[in-house]
């Protein structure tokens, strides 16, 4: 989930990944219906999720996803591993796209007489620091690893959807698409809600539709 999010819940990488790992593993589960609702989060804990279903789809397990109301940013990131993306024609998809930076209120203290000293040994010592903004070769960085991970999602995204890099980057660019408008770019596949999804996995498990 993000930080910037209302949204009170969040989920982790880590019991995620393992709740997708034990399905893979589980002999009597024969597909994966993935339930997305979220405006994204971490990187880290997106792409720890998505092996996880690459590697539960190696595993002869097909995956549907299914968008509720929001599946951008982290939330789109995971959704690519699926055989199938069910929207609603009003969720709020997409966002490829990399936010990164920080607060720092050092100036704005002063504004108010307070001051904050900070000590740091190094020159990126202080580089998490919420009181000092970071410095011209700071931020050079900070776009070179936002821009890395920009390109490793535009990637994966036109691997999952079997798209070419460049219409990728087209859509991409941090944008987001109501359902309907990504069915027409290719980011989803199907529109429709929670039951629609369900049909799709009874398909492609080959169970029966009663």
Request: aromatic share 6%; hydrophobic share 45%; charged share 20%.
């Amino acid at each position: 989930d993000s930080p910037l999010s209302a949204a009170s819940t969040s989920v982790a990488g880590d019991t995620f990944s393992q709740a997708i790992r034990e399905a893979a593993a589980d002999k009597n589960v024969k597909a994966i219906l993935l339930r997305i609702d979220s405006p994204g989060g971490s990187a880290i804990a997106s792409d720890q999720i998505l092996q996880a279903l690459r590697k539960a789809h190696a595993a002869g397990k097909p995956i549907v996803v299914s968008m509720g109301s929001v599946a951008a940013s982290g939330g789109y990131y995971i959704a690519v591993a699926a055989d199938r993306i069910v929207a609603e024609p009003g969720t709020i998809t997409g966002s490829i796209g990399v936010l990164w930076g920080k607060v720092a209120v050092g100036k704005s203290l002063e504004m108010v007489g307070l001051e904050a000293r900070e000590l740091g040994v190094g020159k990126n010592a202080l580089f998490l620091s919420g009181t000092t903004p970071w410095d011209q070769t700071q931020l050079a960085a900070v776009n070179a690893q936002a821009d890395l991970v920009y390109a490793d999602f535009t990637q994966k995204v036109a691997a999952g959807r079997k798209l070419s890099l460049e219409r990728v980057q087209e859509v991409a660019r941090g944008r987001v698409w109501t359902g309907a408008d990504a069915k027409e770019r290719g980011l989803v596949d199907e529109l429709g809600g929670f039951w629609v999804a369900v049909a799709d996995v009874k398909q492609l498990a080959g169970i029966a539709s009663d």
